[in-house]
């Protein structure tokens, strides 16, 4: 299935938890809909799809985190979506590639969480907003992690309610409570 269809259908069949939540998702597919190459890094305006995912460990109820090298903020793994991958693919090869984990597998085969969040110009590029659709993931070896330094200056497990403060924004509040009752 073509990975725009692929992902209406799963926004489709998504339940925003709350109003801001539900603009999020409105927006999302707007941007799907509105014929613009949602999925490309270079659409600017006013932004594109990316993909995020929330790695826990289920023994300890933790999830890890990774200080963004670029943006200096505590953040869940995930970045932008290659060319003809969806955005499933996308958040378990950006979770690896920021973690080290290689046998990361989704808690859920679903959604978790929508936000759409501002990110500041740089590298070349204008301030534009990021569509961001969010998975959670589990690993069995979370003693395996290994940073990764051209994206984060640290990485680390830390428990559902240090996340949220860490985080500190909504969209991150709102997510980890998601996943607290997944836990």
């Not at 509105?34 to 995912?53: K, L, Y």
């Not at 989704?106 to 500041?120: F, G, Q, S, T, Y």
């Not at 909504?170 to 980890?176: K, L």
Request: negative net charge; contains cysteine; charged residues 30%.
């Amino acid at each position: 299935m073509e990975r725009t269809a692929e992902l209406l259908e799963e926004l489709r069949r998504y339940h925003p938890a709350d109003a801001l939540e539900a603009h999020h998702h409105r927006a999302i597919l707007d941007l799907l809909g509105s014929g613009a190459a949602a999925f490309s890094r270079d659409h600017f305006v006013p932004g594109h799809i990316t993909a995020s995912c929330f790695i826990v460990d289920p023994v300890s109820r933790r999830v890890l985190l990774h200080h963004h090298r670029r943006l200096d903020r505590w953040l869940q793994m995930g970045g932008h979506v290659e060319p003809d991958e969806s955005t499933i693919d996308a958040a378990l090869r950006e979770g690896v590639e920021e973690s080290g984990l290689h046998d990361l597998e989704l808690l859920r085969n679903d959604v978790i969480d929508l936000d759409v969040h501002d990110i500041p110009a740089g590298k070349g590029e204008p301030e534009h907003a990021h569509f961001d659709v969010r998975y959670v993931a589990r690993t069995s070896r979370p003693h395996t992690i290994i940073v990764d330094r051209a994206e984060s200056n640290e990485l680390s497990w830390v428990e559902l309610d240090r996340a949220i403060v860490m985080m500190n924004e909504p969209g991150s509040q709102r997510v980890i409570m998601k996943i607290r009752k997944l836990t």
